[in-house]
């Protein structure tokens, strides 16, 4: 049974820094797709950062360089560091995993979400 369990979240000035780490219980850290996600109240969903497997890195495109996904293996932990925070990138932020990262759209009911960490980037 998959658990994932999310931290790190908190308020920061604009061009702080968090990191945010991810928590997985189970045996498929290593090979299921793996990402974090951000929700802001009034806007869908959208993905940030995926980590293929063993290595394959997927950064959306507003990331510009100033995030980077990361795991240990010894603590099935993934992280997300983030540079240079803007207000724009506030919002709740999830880990979720599934089998593979190309098999359609990341549904609630199609992969395993964790309860999510707040992202605060005041001006």
Known sequence: QVQ???????????????TLSCVHSGNTFGTYCMGWFRQ???KDRESVAIFDGD?????ATF???RFTIS??????????Q?????PED????????????NSGPWLPDRA?????TQVTVSS
Request: glycine share 18%; hydrophobic share 25%.
């Open 4 to 18: 994932l369990v999310e931290s790190g979240g908190g308020s920061v000035q604009a061009g702080g820094s968090l």
């Open 63 to 65: 990331v510009e360089g």
């Open 40 to 42: 802001t109240p009034g």
């Open 112 to 116: 395993h979400w964790g309860q999510g």
């Open 55 to 59: 290595g394959p890195i997927t950064y």
């Open 82 to 86: 983030m540079n240079n925070l803007r």
């Open 90 to 101: 506030t919002g709740m932020y999830y880990c979720a995993t599934r089998r593979h990262c």
């Open 71 to 80: 795991k240990d293996y010894a603590k099935k932990t993934l992280y997300l």
